[in-house]
């Protein structure tokens, strides 16, 4: 059975900080690409960062660069997101999303397609991130 779960969400202080845990079972993370997707309430969903585990790359986008950090540990088979310096507007069910074949040169996913959810295909249920005084 394939299965992302994620962990970690909470109610946070604006300035605070986070980890989120994307646990993976029935699949090792090499090679395949993970990605944290948000969504707020009358917000677009959004891809919030992405590691490409076939050659390494993270990426982020523009609002949360320099505050969150994504890595994977590859002998827990587990992809993190260390968020730091919250802020209210981070507040969202954040997801980990991942693609459904590994990465190959034939099949490779540069920064703008590995922040593009629609080309996640395995999706954990969801933790609530909150982020208020």
């Known amino acids: 059975q394939v299965q992302l779960v994620e962990s970690g969400g909470g109610l946070v202080q604006p300035g605070g900080s986070l980890r989120l845990s994307c646990a993976a079972s029935g699949f090792t993370l090499d090679y395949y690409a993970i990605g944290w997707v948000r969504q707020a309430p009358g917000k677009e969903r959004e891809g919030v960062s992405c590691?490409?585990?076939?050659?390494?790359?993270?990426y982020y986008t523009d609002s949360v660069k320099g505050r969150f950090t994504i890595s994977s540990d590859n002998a827990k088979n587990t992809v993190y997101l260390q968020m730091n310096s919250l802020k209210p507007e981070d507040t969202a069910v954040y997801y980990c999303?991942?693609?459904?074949?590994?990465?190959?040169?034939?099949?490779?996913?540069?920064?703008?397609?590995?922040?593009?959810?629609?080309?996640?295909?395995?999706w954990g249920q969801g933790t609530l991130v909150t982020v208020s005084s």
């Open positions: 999303a991942g693609t459904k074949y590994p990465l190959n040169s034939d099949y490779a996913m540069g920064r703008a397609a590995c922040l593009n959810y629609r080309y996640l295909e395995v």
């Open positions: 590691i490409n585990n076939n050659d390494g790359s993270t």
